[in-house]
């Protein structure tokens, strides 16, 4: 298979852009990975449609039928190139220590010449792409430039929907405005290094050399050998988490891995709020959820990453980085996510789908009756009750933002919107209740700090494991992850009763029978009402050892279908299973040695000593 690249009209760009370090730079990295070409991107729709072109003749994509899924395309992924990959991602900070115990660290000198040996001649036969891209709506205060140099269309083109790309962006940049470098490539040069040739194959990757590695301290991302999500997009979880975050740390702000929502209640007041669960634990659901509480309206400004900046009047003004949605396919229907099925229905990439015989993507539950047949994931025919999914679990949908039915108007105003509220949560079948509520600022950081969580098909690795995931971050903190919190508190000072307030949530409590006890979903607006109603002071609470949970009659549960032994299941705080665990949080925080802030020391003394009184 030729790569069509040779029938494109590629961009010589340099004209585009004034920024004499940004040239050089593209310059050096062409010299280094030897393209065939390198095509400067503009950002246009014609240029996106080329891209999907490129994909369809190369093999990589197909169109979905036209009349089903417009403008769609299905790609299918090596299996070796599937999800994050966490033990192949490195902080290389200057020191081991600055990377802290939770992060795999690498010299940076040794790990870039480790990569140049892997990206010198690496795009032989290919494009390189140069994808100049705005997190956050271009030209506002919280927003970052970056410029990705890739060897991959369906990075492009995701890039287009997942940023804002183009010339806009370089206007911003300016001769000497800064920019984070994101290079990548996926590793598969179509010339090796002992001159011979090879055919594209439809996903190239390296995927048994795969490196995704960060410089905080010069702001670079060096990202080889995969395609495929946040290992291949570099403005996300590279840029938008793991570069942000160390950047929020010097400047005073918080990059977070927290979708942001708007809820309106029946009288029409508005309150945001933030939300960090870990990948694949509910984000997008709970932004874009249809509440079954009769009045109240939920809308979405964004449901993957947020930035947070204090605004004049004290308050944190969050925005969202991104343009678009990367989500995860299976579970996805009409019955859980309604306004994320309306967001797919054209202008999509579909990632790892069951391809369905009328041309159109399936997924585990997205409806009731499976297709009769259809081509799986792996390319292979697939019948209902074969034992593979038609899907991989980590099967993804790239959807522009703009086509959430309910996007929120304000959703890419440049200040941001003010925060009133801030949730952790986890995926956790035990212990912790339906919803709970930090005393303070500080104690809500040590809740996020101590956030267990069973492990998502987000990454690699093995599935249901629980572990600690401190506030969603475990694998997106670009530092040092005590210092992380110490940062969280040192924000929390700073806002003093500004702050927003905090909350556990966790949708995923199961019951003696293995079955989730709270229905989640839509119905998860009862705990963002009594969030909103806390904030007002209307609603009310108890005490208890962990926090403050819903008092009697507080939670609306106003036509749920929710047994009372299971409500008060979730709302039971377990003191022996809490005890139970302070060793473990012991453990989770000896890691940090004299990284520890003292004020997570301070809350787990005080959480013992409450569950000592309770017992
Ligand atoms: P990333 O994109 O990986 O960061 O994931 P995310 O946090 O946005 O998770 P998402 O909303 O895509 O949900 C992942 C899976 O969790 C879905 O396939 C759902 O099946 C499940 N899920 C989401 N919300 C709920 C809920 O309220 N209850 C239950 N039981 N499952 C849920
Ligand atoms: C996550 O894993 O949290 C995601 C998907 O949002 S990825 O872009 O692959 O990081
Ligand atoms: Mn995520």
């Not at 690496?122 to 100049?132: C, D, Q, S």
């Not at 009659?553 to 299973?577: P, R």
Request: overall charge neutral; glycine content about 10%.
């Amino acid at each position: 298979m030729e790569r069509a690249v040779t029938k494109m009209q590629l961009r010589d760009g340099k004209s585009m852009t004034k920024n004499q370090r940004l040239s050089k730079w593209v310059d050096e990295v062409a010299a280094m990975c030897q393209p065939d070409g390198v095509h400067w991107c503009d950002g246009s729709k014609e240029e996106y449609q080329q891209m999907l072109d490129v994909m369809v003749e190369g093999g990589t994509a197909r169109w979905l039928n036209n009349d089903k899924r417009p403008n769609s395309i299905i790609v299918r992924s090596d299996p070796a190139d599937v999800a994050r990959v966490e033990d192949r991602t490195f902080i290389c900070s200057r020191t081991k220590e600055e990377a802290g115990p939770t992060n795999n660290w690498a010299d940076p000198a040794e790990m870039k010449k480790t990569l140049k040996g892997f990206f010198s001649g690496a795009m032989k036969g290919r494009v390189l792409y140069v994808i100049p891209f705005s997190m956050g709506p271009v030209g506002s205060h919280i927003a970052q430039i970056g410029v990705q140099l890739t060897d991959s269309p369906y990075v492009v083109a995701n890039m287009h929907i997942m940023t804002r790309v183009g010339k806009r962006v370089l206007d911003v940049l300016g001769p000497d405005g800064a920019f984070v470098q994101c290079l990548h490539s996926v590793g598969y040069p179509l010339t090796l290094k002992d001159g011979s040739r090879r055919n594209d194959v439809p996903w190239p990757c390296d995927g048994s050399n795969k490196f995704i590695t960060h410089f905080p301290d010069t702001k670079e991302i060096w990202s080889y050998g995969s395609g495929y999500g946040g290992n291949a997009l570099l403005g996300k979880k590279c840029f938008a988490l793991r570069i942000a975050s160390a950047m929020a740390r010097d400047e005073g702000w918080l990059a977070e891995h927290m979708l942001i929502l708007k809820l309106t209640n029946p009288e029409g007041k508005s309150k945001y709020v933030c939300a960090a669960f870990p990948s694949a634990c509910g984000k997008t659901n709970l932004a874009m959820l249809e509440p079954t509480v009769p009045g109240w309206k939920v809308e979405t400004i964004g449901d993957d990453i947020s930035w947070m900046k204090f605004g004049k009047d004290g308050r944190l003004y969050a925005i969202n980085p991104e343009h678009g949605f990367f989500g995860v396919a299976p579970g996805t229907s009409m019955k859980s996510n309604p306004n994320a099925m309306r967001s797919l229905s054209k202008n999509c990439i579909f990632t790892n789908c069951g391809l369905t015989d009328d041309g159109d993507v399936w997924w585990e539950e997205m409806t009731d009756e499976p297709p009769k047949h259809l081509i799986d994931w792996h390319g292979k025919d697939w019948v209902p009750g074969k034992e593979a999914k038609a899907a991989h679990p980590n099967a993804r949908f790239t959807a522009p933002a703009s086509q959430c039915p309910v996007i929120a108007e304000e959703w890419e105003d440049p200040n941001g919107v003010p925060i009133s509220a801030i949730l952790f949560g986890g995926r956790r079948s035990t212990r912790t209740p339906l919803v709970n509520e930090a005393y303070t600022w500080q104690h809500g950081t040590f809740l996020g700090a101590i956030a267990g969580s069973e492990k998502t098909a987000a990454a690699a690795g093995k599935v249901g494991e629980l572990r600690f995931d401190p506030m969603a971050m475990l694998p997106f903190c670009g530092y040092n992850m005590g210092d992380y919190w110490q940062h969280f508190l040192n924000v929390g000072q700073k806002g003093g009763s500004a702050m927003p307030r905090i909350y556990f949530v966790n949708w995923f409590r199961k019951g003696a029978d293995g079955k989730f006890l709270w229905p989640g979903y839509g119905e998860n607006s009862r705990v963002l009402k009594w969030v909103f109603e806390r904030v007002d002071g209307k609603a009310a609470a108890v005490d208890t050892p962990i926090g403050r949970l819903p008092a009697p009659g507080s939670l609306d549960t106003n036509g749920l279908q929710v047994s009372e032994d299971a409500l008060k299941e979730l709302l039971h705080v377990d003191v022996a299973g809490w005890t139970e665990e302070l060793a473990a949080i012991r453990a989770h925080f000896a890691q940090f040695a004299d990284r520890l802030p003292k004020g997570m020391k301070e809350e787990l003394d005080s959480l013992e000593k409450r569950l000592a009184a309770a017992r």
